[in-house]
C-alpha cells in the first residue's frame, strides 16, 4: 500500500483587508475592536471584492500548490473541494474549479467532488484523498479548502454575532502517492447531526414548496433569518472544546503518540480563545500552535490548508515534522489527522 503525503501547499487570500474598525466605521455594525478582539483574537480579515467566487480564489491556491508539487493539470487525478460557501447551489465548485485551472482547454477531465462539511471540510477532504491514494487508485489529488463567505455575511448590527468573525480565502495541498516512509498516519472523524441547527445557514428549504417563497410577482422572498447564517455561540464553544481535545487524543492514543512527539498543532481558526484553552488545558507548548486568525478570520474550510501552506513558507514546516490537526464546526462535524511531513 502506497502512503499518502502531501507534495505541495499553496494560498491566497484577497487583497482587500478590512479591520474590526472598518467593520464599524465603514458598515455601520454596532461593534468595537475591543469587543472583538478580546472574544475572538481577530484584528482583521480580506473580504473578496464582488466578481470573485471560491473557485477563483482556489485557482490562485491551486497553481500555488501544483508548482510546490513540480506537477502540472494533468497529473491530478481527483479535486476535492470544500466550501460551506459553493459558487452556486449547483454545480459545485469542484467542476468549476477544473474548468477555470484549464483542464479542460488541455484535454484533462479528472472526477471532480464537492465535500459540504463545513469548518471540518478540509479534513474530510484530506481523508478522502489520503484513503483514494492509499488504495492504490489514484496518484495526486489536489484538495481544495476555499471560501467566499462576505457576500453571505449580515454586514449590519443585527448580524453583528456572525459577521465580525469570517473572512474569505483559499488553500490547497496535493496529496500524493509514495514509497517513502512519510505521509498522512492517521484521520479520525466524526458528527453529531443532534446539533443541526446550531449553526446553520437555511437560505432555502427544500421542505416547503417551493423551496424559497415567492410574492405574488414569483419572486423569490427570503427573510433575514433564513438568508444569514445563525449560530448559538456559546453551545458551540463549548462543544467544540470537547470534541477537539477527544479527537485528537482519539488519533494520539490510535498512534501511540505523546503530546512530546508533535512539532506543530495546526488547528481550526474559528476563536483564538478556543485554541488557547485547549493549548493551556493540555499542557502544550504555546509555540507549537500555529495561528493565524488575527489577520484573517475564520475562513472556514480554508484555514487548515492556508496555516499549512504559510508554515511551509516560512519555514516552520520541514520535512520530518510531526503535525497535528483538528477541526470543529457546523454539522456538528469534527476530525483530526496526524501528518508526518
Ligand atoms: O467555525 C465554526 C465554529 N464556530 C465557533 O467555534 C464559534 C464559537 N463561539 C464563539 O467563539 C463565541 O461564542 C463568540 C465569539 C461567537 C461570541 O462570544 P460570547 O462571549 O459567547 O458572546 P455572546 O454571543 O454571548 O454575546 C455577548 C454579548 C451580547 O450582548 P448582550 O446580549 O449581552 O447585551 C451580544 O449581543 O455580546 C454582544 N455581541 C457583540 N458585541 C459587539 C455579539 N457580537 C458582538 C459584536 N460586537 N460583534
Not at 474548468?99 to 472526477?111: A, I, S, V, Y
Not at 438568508?227 to 479527537?247: C, D, P, S, T, Y
Not at 499542557?283 to 475562513?299: D, M, R, S, V
Not at 487548515?304 to 516560512?314: D, N
Amino acid at each position: 500500500m502506497p502512503n499518502a503525503y502531501i507534495s505541495g501547499t499553496g494560498f491566497y487570500v484577497p487583497p482587500r483587508v478590512v479591520t474590526n474598525d472598518q467593520l464599524r466605521e465603514e458598515y455601520g455594525i454596532d461593534t468595537t475592536d475591543e469587543w472583538i478582539r478580546q472574544r475572538t483574537g481577530i484584528e482583521e480579515r480580506r473580504f473578496a471584492d464582488e466578481g470573485n467566487a471560491p473557485s477563483d480564489l482556489a485557482v490562485h491556491a491551486s497553481k500555488m500548490a501544483l508548482e510546490n508539487a513540480e506537477l502540472t493539470n494533468k497529473d491530478i487525478d481527483l479535486i476535492v473541494f470544500a466550501t460551506l460557501s459553493p459558487d452556486f447551489a449547483f454545480p459545485g465548485s469542484g467542476v468549476i474549479l477544473q474548468r477555470k485551472l484549464g483542464m479542460c482547454d488541455e484535454g484533462h477531465f479528472p472526477p471532480a467532488l464537492d465535500v459540504r462539511n463545513q469548518c471540518s471540510g478540509f479534513l474530510y477532504s484530506l481523508a478522502t484523498a489520503t484513503s483514494m491514494v492509499q488504495s492504490g487508485a489514484m496518484k495526486n489529488v489536489l484538495v481544495i479548502g476555499a471560501e467566499v463567505q462576505s457576500a453571505a455575511l449580515d454586514l449590519s448590527s443585527r448580524g453583528r454575532g456572525v459577521a465580525a468573525l469570517f473572512g474569505d480565502g483559499a488553500g490547497a495541498v496535493i496529496v500524493s502517492a509514495t514509497d517513502e516512509d512519510r505521509g498522512v498516519r492517521h484521520f479520525q472523524l466524526g458528527a453529531d447531526g443532534r446539533h443541526a441547527d446550531v449553526l446553520s445557514q437555511k437560505v432555502w428549504d427544500t421542505s416547503k414548496r417551493p423551496f424559497i417563497p415567492q410574492n405574488a410577482d414569483g419572486v423569490g422572498q427570503v427573510q433575514p433569518e433564513m438568508m444569514w447564517a445563525q449560530m448559538q455561540g456559546k453551545l458551540v464553544f463549548k462543544h467544540a472544546i470537547e470534541r477537539m481535545i477527544g479527537v485528537m487524543m482519539q488519533t494520539f492514543s490510535a498512534q501511540g503518540l505523546t503530546l512530546d512527539d508533535v512539532d506543530l498543532f495546526a488547528f481550526h481558526q474559528a476563536n483564538l480563545r478556543i485554541n488557547q484553552y485547549i493549548q493551556k488545558s493540555i499542557g502544550a507548548p504555546e509555540e507549537k500552535f500555529l495561528h493565524n486568525i488575527q489577520k484573517y478570520g475564520n475562513t472556514t474550510a480554508a484555514t487548515i490548508p492556508i496555516l499549512l501552506a504559510e508554515a511551509e513558507q516560512t519555514g516552520q514546516l520541514t520535512r520530518g515534522k510531526k503535525v497535528c490537526c483538528v477541526a470543529f464546526g457546523s454539522g456538528f462535524t469534527w476530525g483530526a489527522a496526524i501528518i508526518d511531513w
